[in-house]
């Protein structure tokens, strides 16, 4: 009885929510002005191309194997499928007739050219936060991009969900109203990390847990969060579970690179963010982005296991061999011998590259294997340009899939895995 009258008091919630933001909808475009800071010819264009940049844009705006910015990328939800635009300047396809009001609109407000109320899959709740002479210099030098003359394919969203407007309702509840202020009391680095982080990189989009609605939880920011089936971890200080105890080097050198010594390499989303984004910024962004992160709020995190550099099973484990623990599950070992050995080898320092090392990585200390799973179906592609790690989905059943996550889980990370051929059934879709 309670359950249903707080269902019947949600619903009263939202439909107030949603008429008053009909009323309170900003239907008239705010028109925007460069501040007087604001940089011009080159150097604005230089400006907008490192914030284009830090903010990743291209690696959501850009199809598998499609031209830059042109858009067509798909983004599978539960409920259908959504496709990224096309935002090089082509007049009818991309952006070129937009007005740069429109354009702050799209990044700050989630709406599109005609008023229509964009998916946050665009994470507008973090570009929410940029200055406006930030969202004005992208938009510059996206407009000296080649246009790419390309339509993006529908979105196969069904009732109700392609009902755009229903995202006005959640844009009131949690989408941030004010750009990112800087906090006088603390010194510049602290400042350029947290925007880097808050609003530009928008690490939370992915790193911190989202409510029943879909929205990111304030009060556990940074916890982590699944993203696309993989484990996007805790990235607070918290000491087991998040990054507390590694040091600022290694911090730095994993955003940069995708590797750092003792932990493992970044797959998934986090490849990605460094491919087309970390990776491509100034030292000093990535030393502003670490010593901020070294401030938020510790969380404890049930997601992220905590990881054992020191596991009893790599004791007597050498580069060619495996040690005793050898024979804990044959089929994982064979696989593991034939397939994955002569890259990793078998004590966990990665034998071709150190990139490949596995001792300490949180993936092989989860029992569950989320990311073990995935990175053995998809690979890794683009952190590794020296030692990149080839796609297995296709050489392998399920059950074996499973038994060889379950091998690497107990071999580098001295856990039982308990990845069954259903978890791995289901990472393929
Ligand atoms: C995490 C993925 C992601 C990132 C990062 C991203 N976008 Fe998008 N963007 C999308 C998707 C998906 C859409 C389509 C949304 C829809 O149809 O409602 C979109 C839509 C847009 C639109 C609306 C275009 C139109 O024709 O209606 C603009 C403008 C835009 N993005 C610009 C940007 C810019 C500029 C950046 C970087 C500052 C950026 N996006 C970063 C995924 C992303
Ligand atoms: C051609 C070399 C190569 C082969 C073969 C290979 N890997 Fe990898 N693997 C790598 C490299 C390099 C990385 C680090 C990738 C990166 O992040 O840049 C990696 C990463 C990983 C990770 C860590 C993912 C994470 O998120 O921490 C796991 C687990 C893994 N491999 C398991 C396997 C298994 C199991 C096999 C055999 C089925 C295998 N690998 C075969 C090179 C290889
Ligand atoms: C597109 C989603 C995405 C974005 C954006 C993203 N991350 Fe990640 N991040 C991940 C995923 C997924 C992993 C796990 C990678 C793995 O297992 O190989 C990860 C891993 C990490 C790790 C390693 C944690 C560990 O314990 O091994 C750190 C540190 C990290 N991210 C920091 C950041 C920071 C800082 C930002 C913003 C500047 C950021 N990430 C943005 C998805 C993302």
């Known amino acids: 009885m309670t359950r249903i009258l707080a269902v019947l008091a949600a619903l009263v919630i939202a439909a107030a929510a949603l008429a008053g933001w009909f009323f309170f909808w900003p239907a008239k475009l705010i ?81 599109g050219r005609a008023g229509e109320d964009l998916y946050p899959a665009l994470p507008y709740t973090s570009y929410a936060l940029l200055a406006t002479d930030d969202v004005l210099a992208i938009r510059a030098y996206l407009a000296t991009l080649r246009p790419v003359a390309q339509q993006p394919p529908a979105n196969t969203l069904g009732f109700p969900f392609n009902q755009r407007f229903v995202l006005r309702a959640w844009k009131l509840l949690f989408m941030p109203t004010q750009p990112w202020q800087p906090s006088p009391e603390r010194d510049a680095q602290w400042n350029k990390g947290a925007y880097l982080v808050e609003a530009l990189a928008h690490c939370g989009e992915c790193h911190t847990p989202r409510n029943v609605m879909f929205a990111m939880k304030r009060s556990e920011k940074f916890a982590g969060a699944i993203v696309d089936g993989y484990k996007a971890y805790n990235i607070t200080p918290d000491a087991e579970t998040g990054i507390g105890r590694w040091p600022d080097a290694e911090i730095s050198a994993y955003l940069a690179t995708g590797h750092a010594p003792g932990h493992g390499g970044a797959s998934g989303g986090m490849a990605e963010a460094i491919k087309f984004s970390l990776g491509r910024l100034p030292q000093e962004d990535i ?48 696989i593991f011998a034939s397939a994955c050995a002569s890259c990793h080898g078998w004590d966990g320092s990665g034998r071709q590259t150190g990139n490949a090392s596995l001792r300490g990585a949180r993936s092989v200390n989860d029992v569950g294997g989320a990311n073990v799973i995935r990175t053995v179906l998809q690979g890794v592609a683009v952190t590794s340009p020296t030692g990149a790690m080839p796609a297995f989905a296709a050489a392998y059943t399920d059950d074996e899939i499973a038994a060889v996550a379950n091998y690497v889980i107990g071999h580098f990370g001295g856990k039982s895995g308990r990845v069954t051929a259903k978890d791995v059934k289901a990472a393929r879709n």
């Open 287 to 334: 030393a502003a982005i670490t010593a901020y992160l070294k401030t938020v709020p510790p969380q404890r995190s049930t997601l992220s296991p905590a990881a054992d550099p020191h596991p009893v099973t790599l004791a007597s484990a050498g580069p060619w061999s495996p040690g005793p623990d050898g024979g804990a599950d044959p089929i994982g070992l064979r």
């Open 31 to 111: 028109q925007v002005q460069p501040s007087p800071n604001q940089p011009t010819g080159p150097a604005l264009i230089a400006r907008g191309a490192y914030l284009t940049t830090a903010a990743d844009c291209e690696s959501c705006h850009t199809a598998p194997g499609g031209k830059p910015f042109a858009g067509g990328r798909a983004f599978k939800l539960p409920f259908g499928t959504i496709y990224s635009s096309n935002i090089t300047p082509d007049a009818d396809t991309g952006i070129g007739k937009w007005s740069d009001a429109e354009f702050v609109r799209a990044l700050h407000q989630g709406i």
